[in-house]
């Protein structure tokens, strides 16, 4: 399941030619589902998209030197699908 949904996201970013982002980023998954799952159910896919993301050339690298946070919100909705945000890294150490 694991490197069809990998390779799922690779060639959506491929096909719509999402160019590559440099440093260090934030994410915001919005998740839409049409089911009841726990939250934590549905967030699971992270890992599937940021694989496909890397081998897209999209992100560099998904550990801690290129993801800043990670936030998700999860919608009610009538059919299965997440977008996700990608914003330059604001956080601000002080």
């Known amino acids: 399941m694991k490197k069809k ?7 959506q ?3 719509q030619q999402i160019e590559s982002v440099k440093g260090k980023v934030d994410l915001l998954f919005e998740w839409h589902s049409s089911t009841r799952h726990d939250p934590d159910n549905v967030a699971f896919a992270k890992k599937f998209i940021l694989d496909g993301l890397q081998l ?3 992100l560099e690298n998904d550990n801690r030197k290129f993801i800043g946070t990670m936030a998700d919100e999860i919608i009610t909705d009538t059919e299965n699908y997440v977008i996700l945000h990608i914003s330059e890294c604001m956080s601000i150490f002080l």
């Not at 949904?5 to 060639?11: F, H, L, R, S």
Request: proline share 0%.
């Open 56 to 58: 897209a050339g999209v």
């Open 13 to 15: 970013c491929l096909s």
């Open 5 to 11: 949904c990998t390779e799922q996201v690779k060639e």
